[in-house]
């Protein structure tokens, strides 16, 4: 390619010709064709030139007027390679020059698009970035990028000022994906009418998806650069989709976790915060929940008659659903307990069945649920028991028994007529009604806590009080497990039953609060409420309230490192004997063991270092056990 004539290639030129001058030429031109690039002197000739030579790698001619000695003629084809060779070179240098101004606009272009991308997480904006410095760089009329989830419908995203129908940019796309390594497709090809010419590239995301480029009517034709330009300018891009997605996915479970956190918090709420206590009978009842909202509920009331009404249950599933049907299920029974008269349990079934069986029949869920009915008076216990298990009876004197349910679970059939058992009872028998999460816990290795071990464990432990026996089934049961997660609720009443004119159990009660220092206020105070009531000493009474606060402060300042949007749990009972606290948290574990904690000489004392410390020398026991992402304080006081 013979670039335009420049000054510089005429003074050349002129100072070549000179020489011809000097040896008798008129005129000397150089041609390309029948077109004059350059004469000297410009004046055209008529007659034919003496001396012509011509170059067919580069089309030039050269023409020599007045000078008719053939010995020339070498000299005449030198100075035209010599001139050739000169606008060859310039001609070079320009599409040199050309080549470096368009690798140097493009480079700007990525740096651009790099700081732009920074600057956003919208998948929509990525997508314009992509498609607009695509826009810029290549000349075209405008683009296109199609995304299509495995078996989903494809989603179009254009940016140009004629924008094509979305069924032609799917059919491009189609195209295209049939054969990955074919990127140029022409009108004279199954392209829609309206596209000239379409570019197509794949935009790398996540192996579910399916995501192409297109960039269509370019003036002039695609070439190789392009698509290697159009190759880094996608990948870029989807590197950036994929945090956006991610970014994307985070914001969005982070939502969900909210909500089933508040969901949690909801459900919690709504279940018993205090044990009533009755004379002759030492109740406890709790449910741990698994990180996932679940179904497991229980309540337990007073009736004017003084006797005793418990449940507990299981909704099926897992979820926003079953913590709804748990909801509505422990709401009927709370109101028919307390309001409805009855005499039967299953009189309270019945209702709960005819009130809720269309709901559950909707959802394809049901519940199961044991109701009982404790009269202390006569020294019996009615109980209906709709599916749920386990339930054991253990006697003071006897075997442990697995109590089966006698009906079918609640919410399976519109009409159903539950029915009622009974036990006589004596000093010391215990009665045990648990949710499924705790025998069918498992350990890494896949087995199950099951049903006998549960069985043997609870007959071992009979003879302590009803929260004990929770607590040490609860720490049986994780200890099994290890470090398998929690998989499931793990709910669970207890009733022990003690002579009538024992009192056992003066407060038992839990509560939830925020871990900030004016929240974890209101355990401490009603913990002193507690204790007044009941006449512990002041003494007593002081270093219980003063150790629990301790404690919570250690949990806000450590385990939770100041977060205010977590929570702990508070638990407090007291008896005739002594007096049980007990925290749960999520936060970070204790590193520290209770055997070497002891309270350090004034001199050595540092700010914050000796909480643990006070509460070690204050109270008669102190215990600390983290599992399966729970930490466990307990602190008891006693009072004999």
Known sequence: MIPEISAKHRDAFKSLSAGWMRVGATCVQLLRGDEVLIGCPTSSLCNEPS??????????????????????????????????????????????????????????????????????????????????????????????????????????????????????????????????????????????????????????????????????????????????????????????????????????RARLETEMDIARQVQTAILPQSIPQVKGLDVFAESNPAFEVGGDFFDVSTRQDDTLVFALGDVTGKGMPAALLMSMTHTIIKSASRNMPFNHPHQVLNRLNHDMASDFSNVGMFTTVMLGLVDCANCKLHYSNAGQSPIYFIPANGEPALLEAQDIPVGILDAVEYTTQSLSLSVGDVFVAASDGFPESRNPAGEMYGYERMRTFLSASRHLPAREIASALLADVNTFCGTHPQDDDRTIVILKFEKQDEKRIMFNESLIVRATYEDIRQPCERLRANLDQAGISEEVASLCELSLQELLANLVDHAYEGDPNRQITVRMAGSQKQIFLQTEDTGVPANLKMDEVHMPEPEDLAEGGYGMAIIRSLMDEVRYDSTQGKNIWTLVKNLK
């Open 51 to 252: 001396l012509l030579v011509s170059s067919f790698a580069s089309g030039l001619t050269l023409q020599i007027y007045g000078v008719t000695d053939p010995r020339w003629t070498p000299t005449a084809e030198s100075m035209l390679d010599i001139f050739a060779n000169l606008l060859t070179v310039d001609a070079d240098l320009d599409n040199l020059t050309a080549a470096l101004v368009e690798t140097q606009d493009r480079l700007v272009a990525l740096y651009e698009l790099t700081q732009a991308t920074r600057r956003t997480l919208d998948i929509n904006s990525l997508l314009d970035l992509l498609i607009k410095q695509s826009q810029h760089l290549m000349d075209v009329d405008g683009g296109f990028v199609v995304l299509k989830e495995k078996d989903g419908k494809p989603l179009v995203h254009q940016v140009s000022e004629r924008p094509i129908h979305p069924a032609h940019a799917e059919a491009a796309a189609t195209l295209y994906m049939r054969d990955p390594s074919r990127h140029i497709f022409k009108d004279s090809e199954t392209v829609p009418l309206e596209l000239r010419n379409v570019m197509m590239v794949t935009l790398p995301v996540r192996d579910e998806i399916s995501a192409a480029v297109g960039l269509f009517n370019k003036t002039g034709k695609f070439t190789t650069p392009d698509i290697k330009l159009a190759k880094a300018i996608a990948g870029h891009i989807g590197a950036q989709l994929e945090n956006a997605m991610l970014h994307k996915e985070a914001v969005e």
